[in-house]
């Protein structure tokens, strides 16, 4: 793969924002930098080569409180001072639900990019539940697997591959530079302004007992909860 240089990743403590900066460094091997909280400073500290264009995404916490307020208008202040070439904001679907705290946070988490400076093209991600290793959801799945006869099958939702998901935002990443992604992804973004796009990545429409039964495990001891939720 070519390299295109750093990627500065600020996950909020998302588990899922480490496991996208593991994909990076091993996919692309471009460095990735996994930014870890309010007295994280590597970007600020960093020596920009010339002509060096930065990359930064963003996982939202689900709400923007005033502690992660101040951290995200910190960090886009200190990006505005470099040369960034992407900023990528990963929301979340429930957007699409019409969930007022998701909206709030998307909507502040973009004012506060406008009015940083930073002059960088700017994707909005919204996946559905992301199955990646370390995610909150494949905990559950994990800890909960045997007891997927508990579940009605009617309850589902939508559900997409952490690989699927960090391949498309790290081809819409790459695209600024010209160069090719990690997949063959083609993904249909609405564009919100000349510099703004939104991506909707939902996944598979699958029911919470399916992929629980998927998560069972062999052991005797998850067997026998199994049988015991019959």
Not at 42 to 58: M, N, T, Y
Not at 136 to 142: N, T, Y
């Amino acid at each position: 793969p070519t390299q295109s240089g750093v990627v500065f990743v600020e996950g909020f403590g998302s588990a899922i924002a480490a496991d996208f900066a593991a994909f990076v460094a091993r996919e692309s091997r471009d460095e990735a930098v996994l930014l870890d909280g309010v007295e994280d400073d590597k970007l600020a500290s960093r020596e920009q080569a010339g002509g060096e264009s930065f990359r930064l995404v963003v996982f939202l916490p689900r709400c923007l409180d005033d502690p992660a307020r101040l951290r995200l208008v910190s960090l886009l202040g200190d990006a505005g001072r470099r040369r960034v070439g992407f900023v990528g904001l990963v929301s979340t679907f429930r957007v699409h639900l019409d969930d007022p705290e998701a909206e709030e946070t998307e909507r502040i988490a973009l004012d506060l990019v406008r009015s940083s400076g930073i002059e960088a093209r700017v994707a909005v991600f919204r996946p559905g539940l992301v199955l990646s290793p370390n995610s909150g959801v494949s905990r559950w799945l994990e800890c909960l697997g045997p007891l997927f006869p508990l579940v009605p099958i009617r309850l589902r939702t939508c559900f997409i591959e952490g690989e699927e998901f960090f391949a498309a935002i790290d081809s819409e990443r790459l695209r600024d530079a010209g160069l090719p992604g990690t997949r063959e992804i083609e993904p249909s973004g609405r564009a919100v302004d000349n510099r703004q796009r939104a991506y909707s990545y939902l996944g598979a429409n699958l029911s919470w007992r399916e992929l629980l039964e998927r998560h069972r495990g062999n052991s005797t001891g998850r067997k026998v909860a199994t049988v015991a939720a019959q």
